[in-house]
Each structure stands twice: as C-alpha cells, then as structure tokens.
C-alpha cells in the first residue's frame, strides 16, 4: 500500500468520515469523482487502482474537509465540518512560502505539499471554525501571502502526496513535510488589518469605508509614517501603539508589525538598499527573537514593504 498517501489521509481525516477523491486527466473533457468513506480510499486494493490511474495519466486529489454521510457531490452544502485552512501557492513560491513561515500572522502549518517545482499548498489542521469564518480566513492568508485567491472555498480539493503531477513533463512526484502536529483555532489565526499592508499599497490609496472615514488601522499607519518621519523613536512608538489599540486580540504584536514594515518602507522608498533595512530590523529586534527567526521575520517585512513601494507606483 501506498504509506505516504495513506499517512496523509490518515492525518487529515478521522475515522469513518466521508470524503471526495478527484481524479483529472488533462486529455478528459471532465474528471472523475468518488465519494468514499476513509476506511475505503485506505484498502489496498483501492490504492493500487489510485496508483494506476495515476501511472496512467491521472492526477489525483482529495477533498480539504470531509462530507456529510450519505453525499453524492461535494458542493459547498455537502460539507460536514472545517477541518483545513489550507493556501494554495502557485506564483513566486519559494519566496512566498518562507514569508509565510516567518511571519506572526499564522501559526506553524500543520502540512506544506509540494505540488511542482515551487508552488506549494500549505495546511493548518483546525477546529472550532464555521463556514463563514473559514473562508474569511481563507480569503485573509491569500490576500496576505500572495495565494491564489479562486481557491478559497470550502470544497476546494488538495493533492495527495506521493502521486505524480501530471501536469509536467516529466512529471513531477508531489511530496509533504510536517512542520507541526497541532489543531489550531481561530484566535491562532492573526490576520487582522495590519496583515493587508503585505500586499495592498499605502493606505492613503486604499478604499474608504462606506461612511468615507479611514478605519483606525489606516489612521494607525498614517500616524506611524508621520512620527517615524520626525524621528520619533521607533521602541517608544510601538509601546505607546500598542496601548492606544488595546482592542486588538495581541497589541503588541499590532503595534511592532506596524512600525517594523512602516520604517521599512521608508527607508526604502528613500532608496536605502534593502540588505541596510533588513539589518536594520534584525538589530531592532535582536533580543526578542531567535536569530533564525529574526532574519527570516526581517528579510519577510523588507519584502513586504518593497512590494508596497511598487504597487504605489504602478496604481
């Protein structure tokens, strides 16, 4: 039997569940779906028939949530329960997935699957979401990390590791790392408005709300920006943000990734090279973090800033 898909499965799902296998063919002008109990999609000899579709020219996926009993399809209203907030990386891969890493926003992925050579879907086992929160979340994570923003619902489908990629020439054998073995909640989940700043540009050119005012966050940065700019120390700016915004579910953290990507983009939109700003923010937090993590949180926020600087220059 497969072990690396069946651990996978296994990992994934509870006993018993119902689930949805997909299998696509680039040369079919539909695929094939099966809905099976986990128990099923496990027996040897359905493996082996998964394994030879695959040999012949099939890719093969499985469900992100489990299915109601009983379910013929797998629309949105057959699925019985959260079980991933998952980020399907398809751009720019590497990078994308090491900022992921780095950052406060999200905590360890319970599952990173390499589908092809740098695109990546990486996955965080959770309970306690509903539907909506789900794919709130989901839309949040792609926003903030450059996912791909259609695969956002909640029947959307994942590879299975150790099956190939038929897509590629040669084809490709999709793996799967660990990083953690956790069941995460909502509250682990900190993508508040401060996340946007990674991939939306300044504030000043973001959308008002319906009443015309700026919300606090855009009032927060555009406040940081004019006090960083005066000189304002930057310690004592992130202790007094963090208690103007005792609202937030962690100021601290609010109030450091704010000044932290508001003085990288200054510096960097007054053309300090980039390695300068990095180290800047790695001295800045050297006694609070690893080393290891401070680098890649640095490396992460000067990114972030620097595609700021360019989405302003070309909205």
Request: charged share 25%; proline share 6%.
């Amino acid at each position: 039997m497969n072990q690396v898909a069946a651990n996978f499965l296994t990992r994934s799902f509870a006993s018993s569940e119902t689930i949805a296998l997909l299998l696509r063919r680039e040369d079919a002008p539909r695929p094939q779906q099966r809905i099976v109990t986990l128990e099923q999609v496990l027996a040897p000899r359905y493996m082996a028939w998964l394994t030879f579709e695959n040999d012949n020219g099939a890719n093969i996926y499985v469900s992100a949530n489990p299915l109601r009993p009983g379910s013929r399809k797998r629309t949105k209203e057959c699925v019985a329960s959260v079980r991933h907030i998952y980020i399907d990386i398809d751009e720019d891969g590497d990078a994308r997935l090491a900022a992921l890493r780095a950052s406060d926003a999200v905590p360890v992925p319970t599952a990173i699957i390499s589908t092809s050579p740098s695109k990546y879907q990486a996955l965080w086992r959770v309970a306690g979401f509903d539907f909506e929160q789900q794919e709130q979340t989901l839309k949040l994570i792609a926003q903030t990390f450059g996912g791909d923003p259609a695969c956002t619902d909640r029947n959307r489908v994942l590879r299975i590791p150790s099956f190939y990629n038929r897509k590629y020439s040669p084809a490709h054998l999709v793996a799967v790392e660990y990083p953690a073995d956790a069941t995460y909640g909502p509250p682990d989940f900190r993508l508040d408005e401060v996340a946007g700043y990674s991939v939306l540009p300044l504030r000043r050119n973001a959308r008002k709300s319906s009443s015309g005012k700026h919300s606090l966050s855009e009032d927060d940065w555009a406040w940081v920006c004019d006090q960083l700019a005066h000189g304002r120390d930057a310690a004592k700016l992130t202790h007094e943000l963090a208690a103007r915004r005792s609202d937030k579910v962690d100021p601290r953290y609010y109030a450091q990734r704010t000044v932290d990507v508001a003085s990288a983009y200054l510096r960097l939109a007054d053309a300090i090279p980039i390695d300068d700003v990095i180290t800047m923010l790695e001295v800045r937090r050297r006694f609070e973090l690893s080393p290891a993590l401070n680098s890649a949180r640095a490396r992460e926020i000067a990114a972030t800033a620097q595609r700021m600087i360019t989405r302003r220059k070309t909205a």
